[in-house]
């Protein structure tokens, strides 16, 4: 009777702390002390699953062409500038096959082509032809007039709605082999170019890469690019001010902007199932704010049930969907969270769900950037996806598109970092394909303090950001990288660990790894953010995997500022501590009462039952710390429900995640763990943590496990539920 007696005082003392705050209403706390917040728990996951549509292809606008008029990369739109700058010269100037289209998405082919950039005052008179070296085609002849890119082909008329290029129909025959081939231009019997390309991946382009002078022989190679696909430079603005959020603390910030909208709403996402962005996108359709939704066709697992649903009346109330994906699709994945509102941009981590941006499950990053110059930009590259050959109407896709049950989801996580508005210098906005990788290699290049990383996970040892922040840490940058630990992830997450923390021992550098304890503040990592020096964060949807960054849509912004460089440095700190946290000195007074009615009692450490007996709850009363666990045994808790675990499913190791890109050795892509690897920063210390003219004692809670002694984690059980009612993908 005198244990429940003490039990009770205690566990009255701590909740009389811990609701004061709740109580006199303040949501939140700055980010300034967030390594010494308490713990929430955590809910179930959601997942989606990739279906993909396959069919016939819609016809190509022609301006579609011209979304990358000189190819991808620096060296393709050197090359492009170096034949326009030639021509007109009069002196050496020859025409160059510049760009080919072997394998369309059309049936049989048809519609390829070669495209010849024709010299000014040059024209092709005379016997010029294309030749594989086994069949040839004759060049029809284009007069001085009729000078620049020219585009020929078997088939003029389908190939004129795949290009803005003049197109000129072959004489004779010649198809382009799939498989690769070489290719030389002509003049009577003299070779004036020769172009070889490797197999033609189905719906994408080749762009010449260097070589203007006539060819020694070798054949000069270029650069595939999917047909219709941005290719756009970084784009970096002034911008002043922005607001940072994260997840799942502060899920009002989107649905407040896209409340103050006037004008217009473009909102791209890898899954869409959240009512309350939903109930906010029917009520700006409704007040006449145009808005327009792009998703990705075949999430991973397939499209839940629920999204059928919720989009179903969006479009019923006037908004404009349209899905992407297919065969021959210009991206692996519309994996990209972002929307347009008026002159705002909001970019986030997390997908338009419950459990990312609703709250429900995942940390993640989000900011709402006020720039016109980024919304402006985001925007345009919002209409060259929703506009691409590969997207369809949201109606003709439900008519064919299958789905998979939702499950129910659980309640909101109640908020404890709160969002904060703050100053940036500027902010570069990154895009996937197009530029992202060597921009974001660029800023882990130039570090010259710390590196912070925080992942679901990395593709490989191999994966170039990963080893440009080791060469970081090998030049005397700390660098810490924190990863999830949920179950879909956890044995490559630790074998990883373990390979960076043998590399750091036998290099000697300062960099340590380890994998996320939630403390029941969030359920896992689903944020994909960098910190550079405190003065850097990156925030975006782009994974750290050469699929995400190379065949993926995703969206990156890289945020330069001190405050804002804070903002997510401090987050990741707390993330880091697992959210250990420092009792108040008013609550400490009122435990020391509890502390001294507990001597009373006799007991320095009181048990309830007998060790094997009962239901093994303890209460730990020791110097220097007290230790509380309010968990139930773990056969009646309820669990997490992983069978779909992320929602994301390109962070796992699936087909949307495989590092089958050149560049990257299969010999550095992680292998399976034989055993488990005791997950760092689990066992909890028994030290105390001193400030300024006090000491604070440290109490930490956890989610896992039965009932332990102070020796062991412990959990709060806090809940905050969830406003609106959602259902879990799956």
Same mark, same amino acid.
């Given at each position: 009777?005198?244990?429940?007696?003490?039990?009770?005082?205690?566990?009255?003392?701590?909740?009389?702390?811990?609701?004061?705050?709740?109580?006199?209403?303040?949501?939140?706390?700055?980010?300034?002390?967030?390594?010494?917040?308490?713990?929430?728990?955590?809910?179930?996951?959601?997942?989606?699953?990739?279906?993909?549509?396959?069919?016939?292809?819609?016809?190509?606008?022609?301006?579609?062409?011209?979304?990358?008029?000189?190819?991808?990369?620096?060296?393709?739109?050197?090359?492009?500038?170096?034949?326009?700058?030639?021509?007109?010269?009069?002196?050496?100037?020859?025409?160059?096959?510049?760009?080919?289209?072997?394998?369309?998405?059309?049936?049989?082919?048809?519609?390829?082509?070669?495209?010849?950039?024709?010299?000014?005052?040059?024209?092709?008179?005379?016997?010029?032809?294309?030749?594989?070296?086994?069949?040839?085609?004759?060049?029809?002849?284009?007069?001085?007039?009729?000078?620049?890119?020219?585009?020929?082909?078997?088939?003029?008329?389908?190939?004129?709605?795949?290009?803005?290029?003049?197109?000129?129909?072959?004489?004779?025959?010649?198809?382009?082999?799939?498989?690769?081939?070489? +290719?030389?231009?002509?003049?009577?019997?003299?070779?004036?170019?020769?172009?070889?390309?490797?197999?033609?991946?189905?719906?994408?382009?080749?762009?010449?890469?260097?070589?203007?002078?006539?060819?020694?022989?070798?054949?000069?190679?270029?650069?595939?690019?999917?047909?219709?696909?941005?290719?756009?430079?970084?784009?970096?603005?002034?911008?002043?001010?922005?607001?940072?959020?994260?997840?799942?603390?502060?899920?009002?910030?989107?649905?407040?902007?896209?409340?103050?909208?006037?004008?217009?709403?473009?909102?791209?996402?890898?899954?869409?199932?959240?009512?309350?962005?939903?109930?906010?996108?029917?009520?700006?359709?409704?007040?006449?704010?145009?808005?327009? +939704?792009?998703?990705?066709?075949?999430?991973?697992?397939?499209?839940?049930?629920?999204?059928?649903?919720?989009?179903?009346?969006?479009?019923?109330?006037?908004?404009?969907?349209?899905? +992407?994906?297919?065969?021959?699709?210009?991206?692996?994945?519309?994996?990209?969270?972002?929307?347009?509102?008026?002159?705002?941009?909001?970019?986030?981590?997390?997908?338009?769900?419950?459990?990312?941006?609703?709250?429900?499950?995942?940390?993640?990053?989000?900011?709402?950037?006020?720039?016109?110059?980024?919304?402006?930009?985001?925007?345009?590259?919002?209409?060259?996806?929703?506009?691409?050959?590969?997207?369809?109407?949201?109606?003709?896709?439900?008519?064919?598109?299958?789905?998979?049950?939702?499950?129910?989801?659980?309640?909101?996580?109640?908020?404890?970092?709160?969002?904060?508005?703050?100053?940036?210098?500027?902010?570069?906005?990154?895009?996937?394909?197009?530029?992202?990788?060597?921009?974001?290699?660029?800023?882990?290049?130039?570090?010259?303090?710390?590196?912070?990383?925080?992942?679901?996970?990395?593709?490989?040892?191999?994966?170039?950001?990963?080893?440009?922040? /080791?060469?970081?840490?090998?030049?005397?940058?700390?660098?810490?990288?924190?990863?999830?630990?949920?179950?879909?992830?956890?044995?490559?997450?630790?074998?990883?660990?373990?390979?960076?923390?043998?590399?750091?021992?036998?290099?000697?550098?300062?960099?340590?790894?380890?994998?996320?304890?939630?403390?029941?503040?969030?359920?896992?990592?689903?944020?994909?953010?960098?910190?550079?020096?405190?003065?850097?964060?990156?925030?975006?949807?782009?994974?750290?995997?050469?699929?995400?960054?190379?065949?993926?849509?995703?969206?990156?912004?890289?945020?330069?500022?001190?405050?804002?460089?804070?903002?997510?440095?401090?987050?990741?700190?707390?993330?880091?501590?697992?959210?250990?946290?420092?009792?108040?000195?008013?609550?400490?007074?009122?435990?020391?009462?509890?502390?001294?009615?507990?001597?009373?009692?006799?007991?320095?450490?009181?048990?309830?039952?007998?060790?094997?007996?009962?239901?093994?709850?303890?209460?730990?009363?020791?110097?220097?710390?007290?230790?509380?666990?309010?968990?139930?045994?773990?056969?009646?808790?309820?669990? /997490?429900?992983?069978?779909?675990?992320?929602?994301?499913?390109?962070?796992?190791?699936?087909?949307?995640?495989?590092?089958?890109?050149?560049?990257?050795?299969?010999?550095?892509? +992680?292998?399976?763990?034989?055993?488990?690897?005791?997950?760092?920063?689990?066992?909890?210390?028994?030290?105390?943590?001193?400030?300024?003219?006090?000491?604070?004692?440290?109490?930490?809670?956890?989610?896992?496990?039965?009932?332990?002694?102070?020796?062991?984690?412990?959990?709060?059980?806090?809940?905050?539920?969830?406003?609106?009612?959602?259902?879990?993908?799956?």
């Amino acid at each position: 009777m005198r244990a429940r007696l003490v039990y009770g005082l205690v566990f009255l003392s701590l909740f009389a702390g811990l609701v004061g705050p709740v109580a006199s209403g303040e949501r939140g706390v700055p980010v300034d002390g967030l390594a010494n917040q308490l713990a929430h728990p955590s809910e179930s996951d959601d997942s989606s699953a990739r279906d993909r549509i396959t069919g016939p292809e819609p016809a190509v606008d022609p301006t579609e062409a011209d979304v990358c008029p000189d190819g991808p990369t620096g060296r393709t739109r050197a090359t492009a500038r170096e034949l326009e700058s030639a021509t007109g010269t009069g002196t050496g100037s020859e025409p160059r096959i510049v760009e080919l289209y072997p394998n369309p998405t059309t049936d049989g082919n048809v519609g390829e082509f070669v495209v010849v950039a024709v010299p000014d005052g040059g024209g092709l008179e005379g016997n010029w032809t294309l030749t594989d070296g086994h069949t040839s085609a004759r060049l029809p002849a284009v007069t001085e007039t009729q000078s620049g890119r020219v585009a020929f082909s078997l088939s003029p008329e389908e190939t004129a709605a795949m290009t803005s290029h003049p197109v000129r129909k072959l004489e004779d025959h010649l198809r382009l082999a799939a498989d690769g081939d070489e +290719l030389d231009l002509r003049n009577g019997s003299g070779v004036v170019d020769r172009v070889s390309y490797d197999r033609a991946p189905e719906g994408e382009r080749w762009y010449r890469a260097g070589g203007t002078a006539p060819p020694d022989g070798n054949p000069v190679t270029g650069r595939w690019w999917p047909h219709g696909a941005t290719c756009l430079e970084a784009l970096t603005t002034d911008a002043e001010s922005a607001t940072a959020f994260t997840l799942p603390d502060a899920p009002d910030v989107p649905l407040e902007t896209f409340a103050a909208a006037d004008d217009r709403i473009a909102l791209a996402g890898y899954t869409f199932t959240s009512e309350a962005v939903a109930d906010e996108l029917r009520a700006a359709a409704a007040r006449g704010v145009e808005v327009e +939704l792009l998703l990705e066709s075949g999430p991973v697992g397939g499209t839940p049930d629920r999204t059928a649903a919720v989009v179903d009346e969006l479009e019923d109330a006037g908004v404009s969907i349209r899905v +992407l994906g297919g065969s021959g699709a210009r991206y692996r994945y519309q994996h990209a969270k972002y929307a347009v509102v008026d002159d705002r941009a909001i970019v986030t981590t997390e997908n338009w769900k419950p459990s990312g941006i609703g709250g429900t499950s995942s940390r993640g990053w989000g900011v709402v950037v006020d720039d016109a110059d980024v919304a402006a930009h985001l925007e345009s590259v919002f209409r060259a996806d929703f506009e691409g050959r590969d997207t369809t109407a949201w109606a003709d896709h439900r008519r064919a598109a299958t789905f998979v049950e939702t499950e129910p989801i659980g309640e909101r996580f109640a908020g404890r970092i709160d969002p904060e508005t703050v100053s940036i210098d500027s902010v570069d906005v990154l895009l996937a394909p197009d530029n992202a990788e060597p921009r974001l290699r660029e800023q882990l290049r130039a570090a010259e303090e710390s590196i912070l990383v925080k992942q679901v996970r990395i593709g490989s040892r191999n994966q170039p950001l990963l080893q440009e922040t /080791l060469e970081a840490a090998r030049r005397g940058v700390e660098v810490r990288i924190l990863l999830d630990a949920s179950w879909y992830v956890e044995d490559g997450n630790r074998e990883l660990v373990r390979w960076l923390e043998r590399t750091a021992d036998e290099e000697d550098l300062p960099l340590e790894a380890r994998l996320v304890d939630p403390r029941n503040r969030f359920e896992k990592i689903h944020a994909k953010g960098v910190v550079i020096d405190r003065e850097t964060a990156v925030v975006g949807s782009a994974n750290w995997n050469n699929n995400s960054l190379r065949e993926n849509r995703e969206v990156v912004l890289v945020l330069h500022g001190d405050e804002v460089g804070s903002f997510y440095a401090d987050v990741f700190e707390a993330d880091w501590q697992g959210g250990s946290w420092s009792l108040p000195v008013g609550l400490l007074v009122v435990l020391a009462v509890t502390l001294v009615l507990a001597g009373l009692v006799g007991r320095r450490y009181v048990r309830f039952d007998e060790e094997g007996e009962g239901d093994g709850r303890t209460l730990g009363l020791e110097a220097g710390r007290v230790g509380f666990d309010f968990r139930s045994d773990p056969e009646s808790a309820s669990g /997490l429900d992983h069978s779909d675990p992320d929602g994301d499913q390109n962070d796992l190791e699936t087909d949307a995640n495989v590092e089958s890109t050149a560049g990257e050795a299969d010999s550095g892509t +992680l292998a399976e763990p034989e055993q488990e690897v005791e997950l760092e920063g689990e066992i909890e210390s028994e030290s105390e943590s001193e400030t300024e003219g006090e000491t604070e004692t440290e109490f930490e809670f956890v989610s896992t496990g039965e009932l332990a002694s102070s020796s062991e984690s412990e959990s709060g059980s806090e809940r905050e539920s969830e406003s609106e009612s959602e259902t879990k993908p799956d």
